[in-house]
């Protein structure tokens, strides 16, 4: 099998120096919120300024640990000031208790720490101008914050198969060392979401690989509870997903399943957002002389690509009979219900329905002509 | 809580500890439920992911699948007058499922603290889910908790091999 090591580090030589930005695509990793913030909460302290700079080494000996939730703290502060206690009373006692003359309780201030560690270097940035502070990088999550982790061969490699997941229809496909481990697309079951087609399409395996541990899966809604869970039932690394969904749960607004603290496996959440091109736009040939009540109407233009299946999604209305129209995009599956196609203008001559979705916004063209007011209402895929 | 259960819904509970205790005698992780309507079983199963290799084929899952074969489209108005009997409260996937399914109520053991999707870790509220499945929680839960501790007994990776294998005996299940 071939490996997608020696390749990815030349291609990422390329990019980096040569043509960075070679592919167009933006994939925003959806992060917990303490990794995204800046800056993080402080809280006071007591700290003793001491003028004699010669005492620091013989008192810091003298002093005890700071407890566990402060061990991110230095002890010492830029002017010198030491860290006694969070409590004024303890602390006043403690520096009573060194019992050195030149350390006086008219020497306590009180001071403002960082109340928590670091966990990036942008909240570590923050955090030193308050107080010296300790810090360990997660060059992972490093590479994630600054974009350097979207490296070219990334990119050529996620466009490949969130491709290979639409092109299944609202489909999910889950990958390991850039090999298709499992596929599904929605079926007629009740609860036939494409993760779960996917994981149970996927045969027993034996020895050390065990179900989907470490794949990349992508998929085209971005998955509801139960799917999010199988997901984590299958031991995925990472989700790459090209749509919000009405009822997907891990995006910024909802619960996040894969942030949530109890569950004893998590995987890292991407949503794809593809680059726009020629394929984005699907035309609708209209044939001549047919009737607008007939789901045959409108017809898609290429092979293989047929009206939704009736079933799970009661949203794949294809047309109705009176005279409304409901197109599905095909690139993001997306429909898009439009009101009344003026009929006297499409009867009997061969025109196209063209519909254009960008960021949630659906332009439907009749024969070359925009109908914005005719679009009643976009309706958000569900998983 | 067992004071509001009636005759009929320990008979269907008992059923659902007997899959239980059957999936554990086959080294999986002890849960069995079975679905009923109009106090007549519709559905039945029990944990099978060991034995298929499929991580989502839990008890609750392996029933509805069998609905879905039985009755195919009927099955979705069948599963809306359904309560579902489980021997633990069901994995976030399951309770997911069992809200999008809309099932009428779900008589459960144990809470699941790790897991647990109606109220343990995952509620309806957070599945963008409508709260209106009738709940009867912690039933038998002792008898509940006592078969997952068997099976992760059994399951213990320091335990001799000769030990693994071990039946529990039933009275320390009960």
């Known amino acids: 099998m071939l490996t997608e090591e ?40 007591q700290a003793i300024q001491l003028e004699n700079k010669r005492v620091i080494g013989q008192i810091i000996g003298r002093l005890k640990e700071l407890p566990e939730e402060f061990q991110h703290l230095k002890r010492v502060g830029k002017d010198g000031s030491v860290l006694i206690s969070e409590n004024k009373n303890d602390s006043e006692q403690i520096v009573l208790d060194l019992g050195n003359p030149v350390v006086q309780l008219k020497n306590l201030k009180t001071i403002l720490v960082p109340a928590i560690k670091p966990l990036t270097r942008r909240q570590f940035d923050f955090a030193k101008q308050v107080w010296p502070t300790g810090f360990h990088p997660n060059h992972e999550i490093e590479r994630i914050l600054d974009g350097s982790w979207l490296t070219e061969s990334l990119k050529v490699y996620i466009i490949k198969w969130s ?36 994981v149970g399409n996927l045969p027993k395996r034996t020895g050390s690989d065990y179900l989907g541990t470490g794949a990349d899966v992508f998929l085209v809604n ?42 004893n496996h998590h995987y890292e959440v991407y949503k794809v957002n593809l680059p726009e091109n020629e394929d984005d736009i699907r035309e609708l040939s209209v044939p001549t002389n047919n009737s607008l009540s007939s789901p045959s109407w409108l017809s898609w233009p290429s092979p293989g690509s047929s009206p939704p299946p009736s079933g799970r999604s009661q949203r794949s209305t294809w047309t109705d009979s009176s005279g409304y129209v409901s197109v599905k995009h095909q690139a993001v599956f997306i429909n898009a219900i439009v009101k009344k196609v003026d009929v006297p203008t499409l009867a009997g001559i061969d025109g196209v329905v063209t519909v254009t979705i960008n960021e949630g916004t659906v332009s439907v063209k009749i024969n070359g002509h925009f109908m914005r007011d005719e679009v009643l209402k976009v309706e958000e895929s569900a998983c | 809580m067992s004071e509001e259960l009636q005759e009929d819904d320990r008979i269907f509970l008992e059923q659902a500890f007997t899959l239980a205790e059957e999936a554990l005698n086959q080294d999986e992780v002890p849960v069995g439920c079975v679905f009923v309507v109009d106090g ?15 991580p989502t084929r839990h008890a609750e899952m392996v029933a509805v699948t069998e609905i879905w074969n039985k009755y195919g489209e009927e099955s979705n108005n069948l599963f809306k007058k359904s309560v579902l009997y489980v021997s633990l409260e069901p994995c976030i996937m399951c309770s997911s499922a ?3 399914l809309g099932i009428r109520k779900m008589v459960y053991g144990a809470e699941n603290p790790r897991f647990g999707g109606v109220r343990s870790v995952g509620s309806a509220e957070k599945y963008r889910e409508e709260n209106n499945i009738e709940i009867v929680a912690g039933v038998w839960a002792e008898r509940s908790v006592g078969m997952l501790k068997a099976f992760y007994e059994k399951q213990n990776p320091f335990a001799p091999p000769e030990k693994r294998k071990t039946k529990t005996p039933k009275s320390e299940i009960k």
């Open chain 1, 6 to 45: 020696p390749p990815q580090k030349i291609r990422k030589l390329n990019s980096s120096i040569e043509t960075p930005n070679l592919v167009k695509l933006e994939v925003i990793p959806i992060l917990d919120p303490k990794l995204k913030c800046s800056e993080i909460p402080t809280t006071s302290f």
């Open chain 1, 163 to 198: 491709q290979y997941a639409i092109d299944l229809k609202n489909g999910c496909i889950s990958v390991q060392n850039d090999v298709l481990l499992s596929s599904g697309s929605p079926s007629t079951h009740p609860l036939g979401h494409a993760v779960m087609e996917m």
């Open chain 1, 222 to 263: 971005e998955p509801c509870a139960m799917c999010s869970m199988a997901l984590v039932h299958f031991r995925i690394k990472r989700l790459f997903y090209v749509r919000s969904s009405k009822n997907g749960i891990l995006k910024d607004d909802g619960w996040q399943l894969h942030l949530e603290p109890s569950i």
């Open chain 2, 40 to 54: 007549q079983e519709i559905g039945r199963g029990r944990n099978r992911v060991n034995e298929t290799g499929d």
């Open chain 2, 98 to 100: 069992m809200y999008q």
